[in-house]
């Protein structure tokens, strides 16, 4: 979250100009990995795996020379790849684009200076205060350290909205560098078309509209980026399937080590803009093409309800309600002064909701009512007792006692106390802290902190907060769309991703370490304290993750178009796979039988900007379905867990003849 002003979330546009996808709104939408798979090895992974069954992906020009110079390099990348991002994005360069390069070590000294410059520590402090209230981190976090370390850490390169200049970071392979500077090009496009600096990227109260605001240009970045990658064969971005699914599966294995430990507040805010915005761009794309997605910079979408359903942005004209919540410093009593305020929006209350409530909860069901909300924070100058006044505006009357059941369940699960049945006011008294819920209506008013004497009549100020419907927003293109002329390549292949991607993952069961897959019929399974954490597809249903580590495991299952044998199949993937790498030497290759299914395994060890990897695949495939275990960390950890990488291997079992599973 901004925590600038009275800004709660801590990935800053404040912090960084347009930076990578991690941490900075406009960075590019891949930031890197120091252990693990980064959006762009998602990007990289979805594309393999995609394409190997019809299409060659790479079959592009070969690198450049390397200049002498990493400037140098740089220039003669961009240039090259300058045109071929105004062919698919279709907006020409009004004038030339400063580029250079920075190293870890001046990127942190550069997000430092930033830092401190626009987000006193003050500032730091107050939104670090509410984060801890709603218990999305602990007290003891030091934010300004996480800040600094996870932009170091997560940005690939960057486009600074303020001086019009673009930056990559040093020790990326050159198809890396290409596929970042076809991101950065087009932040640098969207600026001299659209002014960056005219949308609300600096607005100081409003995260919801912050975030939706950042998915809108990283989403647009994201396509163009695709579009990039594909239009050597013909292709662009319209072929593919929703891939939202996909990416929130392979979320868990995203990121370095200081996403791995960040709360999960932070790692989920920090994917939003690149796997929502994504989708978002999808469906405006498909709605309107390119016209579309530049008529919604005149009106950007208002919050992140319109970013997770395009279609209340796109046709409904679904707007928020904004919430003014009174001062009430003074009703609170003597020596209460304000702090903070901000939105929340549905995105970080299904986050608020996801932290503490158990998976059959549906949290995000929760959620989808939404309407606004807006939180003031409050800290007593003498005692430094904080309080904290949070009302929220639900569609219907229905949506707000779904929510504050559920927030109900919430709170009691995270301040370990009992909960109690279905009312429309609840009040607790927890450790000398005084919390209560209440619900007016479709109005759903959390009081925290206040002295139980004063509830009253804060509870009458706050349900009458002024309340007023955002300014309509849906896009207005001059013209209609025109539609799209037929083309049997592309909807050869689109029909084909459809099969392969948006298959159910079908029925499921996890029986302590035990994950069972009753439709594609194989079982593993997890390590000793590894935790399971299912997907949204078949694709991969299912990822292993050692908490607050690198190890990851991901199973991605496929139906493929036809028989491939994983001898054939395999060494597909690991060539594709290596591309994304540097120095790469092969540890072990060649075949392995596990449980009497033979299949391929693939050891190699290789630099991942700059950092040391070691990566394994292992794929078994028969009749027309693949399956593949995945992990990729860095050298030390995955040697570290290496045995747990390989029980994960000798546990997995297919549970039905093949015969049986090409035709579920």
Not at 264 to 276: C, K, N
């Amino acid at each position: 979250m901004k925590i600038e002003k009275c800004k709660l979330r801590v990935e800053s546009r404040a912090t960084v100009p347009v930076a990578s996808r991690a941490t900075a709104p406009l960075v590019s939408g891949a930031p890197h990995s120091n252990s693990r798979f980064s959006i762009f090895n998602f990007q990289f992974s979805i594309a393999a795996l995609l394409f190997l069954a019809c299409v060659s992906l790479w079959a592009q020009a070969p690198d450049t020379p390397t200049p002498a110079s990493q400037e140098a390099q740089v220039s003669a990348i961009a240039d090259e790849v300058q045109q071929k991002v105004v062919k698919v994005r279709g907006l020409q360069f009004q004038k030339p684009v400063a580029k250079g390069v920075k190293n870890r070590a001046e990127l942190r000294d550069y997000i430092l200076a930033l830092l401190r410059k626009e987000m006193p520590k003050e500032k730091i402090d107050a939104g670090k205060k509410a984060l801890v209230m709603f218990g999305l981190v602990k007290p003891d976090l030091d934010v300004e350290k996480l800040i600094v370390d996870l932009h170091t850490e997560q940005i690939a390169g960057f486009y600074d909205w303020r001086t019009q200049q673009l930056y990559l970071m040093t020790e990326m392979p050159p198809m890396m560098q290409r596929m970042i500077m076809a991101h950065e090009l087009t932040h640098a496009l969207q600026d001299q078309h659209f002014d960056l600096k005219k949308l609300p990227i600096e607005e100081k109260c409003n995260d919801d509209l912050l975030l939706a605001t950042q998915s809108l240009v990283e989403g647009d970045a994201l396509i163009s980026m695709i579009d990039y990658m594909l239009e050597p064969q013909g292709l662009d971005s319209s072929v593919l399937p929703s891939l939202s699914g996909f990416l929130k599966s392979a979320a868990p294995l995203a990121g370095g080590p200081v996403l791995d430990r960040a709360p999960t507040y932070f790692r989920e805010t920090l994917l939003f803009p690149y796997v929502q915005g994504l989708e978002f761009l999808q469906a405006a794309k498909k709605a309107g093409g390119w016209d579309m997605v530049n008529a919604a910079y005149a009106t950007p979408p208002a919050s992140c309800e319109q970013i997770l359903h395009p279609e209340k942005y796109l046709s409904q004209n679904d707007m928020p309600t904004l919430v003014e919540l009174p001062d009430l410093a003074g009703t609170l009593g003597p020596d209460w002064r304000y702090l903070d305020k901000n939105v929340l929006g549905e995105f970080a209350v299904g986050v608020l909701l996801r932290e503490y409530l158990p998976p059959e909860m549906k949290a995000d069901e929760a959620t989808k009512g939404w309407d606004g909300d807006q939180f003031h924070l409050y800290e007593n100058a003498k005692s430094g007792a904080l309080a904290l006044v949070w009302l929220t505006v639900w569609d219907t009357e229905r949506d707000a006692q779904e929510f504050m059941s559920s927030y109900r369940a919430s709170l009691a699960k995270r301040l370990g106390i009992e909960d109690v049945p279905q009312a429309t006011a609840t009040e607790w008294q927890v450790r000398e802290r005084p919390l209560a819920l209440f619900r007016q209506g479709s109005l759903v008013l959390m009081l925290d902190g206040i002295e139980p004497q004063r509830m009253g009549q804060i509870k009458g100020l706050a349900f009458g907060a002024k309340r007023t419907e955002a300014a309509a927003n849906t896009p207005k293109l001059a013209a209609a769309p025109k539609p799209e002329q037929p083309d049997p390549f592309k909807e050869t292949v689109r029909r084909q991703l459809e099969t392969m991607m948006n298959v159910p993952k079908g029925e499921t069961k996890i029986e302590g370490d035990r994950y069972r897959n009753l439709t594609y019929a194989f079982e593993l399974t997890k390590p000793k304290d590894w935790k399971f954490q299912e997907g949204e597809a078949a694709m991969m249903p299912i990822v292993l993750k050692k908490p607050n580590s690198s190890p990851g495991v991901m199973v991605i299952v496929q139906k493929l178009l036809g028989p491939v044998p994983a001898a054939v199949f395999g060494p597909m993937l690991e060539g594709m796979s290596k591309m994304q790498y540097q120095d790469v030497k092969r540890v072990k290759v060649g075949k392995i039988v596990v449980r009497g299914i033979e299949g391929y395994e693939s050891v190699f060890t290789g630099s991942l900007l700059g950092s040391p990897v070691k990566v394994r695949y292992v794929t078994f495939s028969e009749n027309s379905i693949a399956y593949t275990l995945g992990c990729t960390a860095a050298v030390d950890e995955f040697d570290k867990h290496e045995k747990d990488f390989e029980a994960v291997v000798q546990s997995f079992r297919l549970t039905a003849p093949a015969k049986q599973r090409a035709t579920e």
